[in-house]
């Protein structure tokens, strides 16, 4: 394989963000095949038109950077909060209002319903600025991609309204990038189409017109209907979409696929800050260790690159789950089992991704039958089981809600433990902690960007999550002084937000293995 389209791995991605943002999957494909019908009805060709086709697929490509933020605002559940408000976010603010307060915290219960509600009204500001995180993180990722100029202004603008009253920076008509213009029309579409009959979903887009939506993007979809919507729901999907990418399409070099990979990595990993860095992290074990288990080159490069994308899923599962400092209750463990399945069900749609899904989907699955998703059948391939050993190490290697990181002495013990009780592969364990006492930290003669000692340590501990205080006293500094730190830094790596920090500092390899 020496090259293969940037569009089999970005629609696999899509998926994810279905996930992170409560809607079923191919909701991010089918507002595709609307934004780019509305682009050929406005008169886009070509490279234009390209970008409305890689906005619409990626246009919450930044759902992780705020999840943590946002969950801890409405009760936990960003993702019941996201899919809430996603028929009003093109609406008035009395319908987001309203919207909020008669949907927001379904089946929670009286006390849960009242928390999300409250914590959505009283926390307005701090989402608000999650959607600043939201943007630069899509444009980060995008870059890194290697989409041009236009589709990464245009995921930059993906929230902003055509009357100025969107975000992050309040731009207002002609202003916003048309791709974003036309990709906020056509997401809705396939919301408000789910929700209503095609004359109420022409009427509510009818009285948003001039407000959310550019007038002309709107005129263009009454000149469709409803044959629009018709259109998008027959035959596959996801084939359609590959079909319908216009020229020049974008192409991916093998020697590329690694990076691609890894932006699927951070992606994910940003969900909660006591995961940033984990999916790097597994891969590098899990690709050390290859070799000393006996792996082949050839098998040992798709360990590598399942370890990048082994927990895709994850988005689909919310934070106030992940981030949770105590135990979980009996539904939020039936959460966590999904999130293995969803990772399989992103992988399998992708031909360029399948061959992982295999090595990927079983990391939680356990020899002796007590893992999940499936909790047994078939016996795991050698690179399944080097990778669900990897995984645990580098977990119990890593801070989580409930518990401190473990130091390698202990990790290593509860390693042999499982190994003895039959549950991971003594082979597959030895190799792993083999390769784990043999990781060092690279020397460096200078720190990217003119960072000095100083602020690489007050970088990671923000990746990590840490508030400004926390900085300030886990180095023993004024906050002030933290805050000082915070603010060099994001001028010197040009970022403004603790997601866009997280990023550069796994871009560079400054996070601590």
Known sequence: MAELRLAELVTALSLATDLGMGQPMEHALRTCLVSLRLGEALGLRGEQLGDVYYVALLRFLGCTADAHETAAAVGGDDIAFRAAVAPVLGGSTLDILGHIVTGLGRGQGLLGRARAVGGALINDAGISRGVVAHCELAENLARRLGLGPGARRGLAHALERWDGHGLPAGLAGEQIELSSRIVYLARDIDVLQGLGEPDEVRAIVSRRRGAAYDPAVVDAFERYGSALVEEIGAGSVWERVMEAEPEPRVRVAESDLDGVLEV????????????????????????AAAAP??????????????????????????????????????????????????????????????????????????????????????????????LAVADAYQAMSQPRPHRRAREPDDAAAQLNAEVAAGRFDRGAAGAVLHAAGQRVAPTRRAWPAGLTDREIEVLRLISRGLSKRQVAEALVIAPATADHHVRHIYDKIGVSTRAGAAVFALEHDILPK
């Open 264 to 287: 699927f990595a951070d992606f994910v990993d940003l969900k909660s800050p006591f995961t940033v860095g984990h999916s790097r992290g597994v891969a590098a074990l899990a690709g």
């Open 293 to 386: 288990f006996g792996l082949p080159a050839g098998e040992a490069e798709a360990l590598r690159r399942a370890a990048l994308v082994h927990d895709l899923g994850s988005v689909g599962v919310p934070n106030g789950v992940w981030d949770k400092p105590g135990p979980l209750s009996d539904a939020d463990w039936e959460r966590v089992r999904l999130h293995s399945y969803y990772t399989e069900r992103i992988l399998a749609r992708s031909p360029a991704l399948a061959p992982l899904t295999e090595i990927a989907g079983r990391h939680h699955e356990r020899l002796d039958g007590s893992g999940y998703h499936r909790g047994g059948g078939a016996a795991p391939s050698d690179a399944a089981r080097l």
